[in-house]
């Protein structure tokens, strides 16, 4: 069983479910779950975690993103997006120089309404569920962050551009949003995830690493996949990281507390909270403890057995 994390390239056609069923049967392992939804008609890098690593999609669900979009002006849908029914046009007459300062005036926080077609639950129910039966109920709006906009070129009514933006940020709606700000309307016409950086691990997965489905497939042919896979720990480079001895081994292995002297390496003082990567006896990776500082000693936070 492959056990880490690996950077896949989501073609278009392809839900994010789709990617994980079919890994299961290229790898031929259950235990595989992405750490977050590419629209079907999206591409990019779908951050994948394998085996033990299951674990740590929670984590990297936190996480901020680059996508680059392409914007079709004077439109609107109901996916808010290419593939959806057509609900209005209008003509473009607004100006180039005007298209640029709206855009840019979305940098920073923001309140958005989500899409309909999206997979948030209202009262147990997704709400694009509700969207195919036809229904559109009010949606509370989330407040999410725009980092950055760099606009890549204007040739009207198609605005292409990229955005670095925080988790929960539908580009679609902020596309909706130029749209109406701009008072022709607005959908997006592609989008491609070109970078996933997960802040809390410190990890950034890029497009130009990520491999196609059939790639993994030559790779498992090959017997080089396990090079394209980063291990659990490499995930977090900016932890500490000590050895239990041999004495401490079994209470790491059941996930026990530990101290000071149950580890090998002189140990610094650690701030209330602070994350530890916890190797066993023989150097391998076992666990991410928690430092207590009241109680001076560090409490298992992920094992991973």
Not at 118 to 140: C, F
């Amino acid at each position: 069983m492959f056990d880490g994390v690996i950077n896949i390239y989501k073609e278009k056609g392809f839900t994010s479910f789709d990617v994980v069923a079919k890994l299961r049967g290229i790898l031929k392992q259950k235990k595989i779950g992405h750490t977050g939804t590419l629209d079907p008609d999206a591409e990019g890098v779908l951050v994948v975690c394998l085996g033990k690593a299951t674990k740590l999609c929670d984590v990297l669900t936190d996480k901020n993103k680059c996508y680059e979009a392409t914007m079709q002006l004077g439109v609107t849908t109901d996916t808010e997006d290419s593939s959806g029914t057509v609900q209005s046009k209008s003509d473009v007459t607004v100006s180039e120089e005007l298209v640029q300062e709206v855009i840019l005036s979305f940098v920073g926080e923001y309140d958005q309404i989500p899409p309909m077609y999206s997979a948030i639950k209202v009262n147990g129910k997704k709400l694009y569920e509700l969207a195919r039966q036809g229904k559109v109920i009010e949606r509370e709006p989330r407040r999410v962050t725009v980092h950055e906009i760099q606009i890549e070129s204007i040739d009207l009514p198609y605005v292409r551009f990229m955005v670095s933006c925080s988790k929960g940020t539908y580009i679609r709606s902020l596309c909706r949003d130029i749209g109406a700000k701009l008072g022709c309307g607005a959908i997006m016409e592609s989008l491609v995830r070109t970078e996933v950086n997960a802040e809390e691990s410190g990890a950034v997965f890029t497009l130009d690493e990520a491999m196609k489905l059939s790639e993994v497939e030559q790779a498992v042919a090959d017997g080089t996949l396990s090079s394209h896979i980063l291990p659990i720990d490499q995930m977090f480079p900016h932890l500490l990281h000590y050895t239990v001895t041999d004495a401490a081994n079994s209470r790491l292995l059941n996930g026990n507390l530990l101290s000071r002297q149950d580890f090998t390496e002189a140990v610094a003082d650690p701030a209330d909270g602070e994350q530890t990567l916890i190797y066993d006896k023989d150097g391998m990776f076992k666990a991410i403890y928690r430092y207590q500082k009241d109680s001076g000693v560090w409490k298992a936070d992920k094992m991973f057995l």
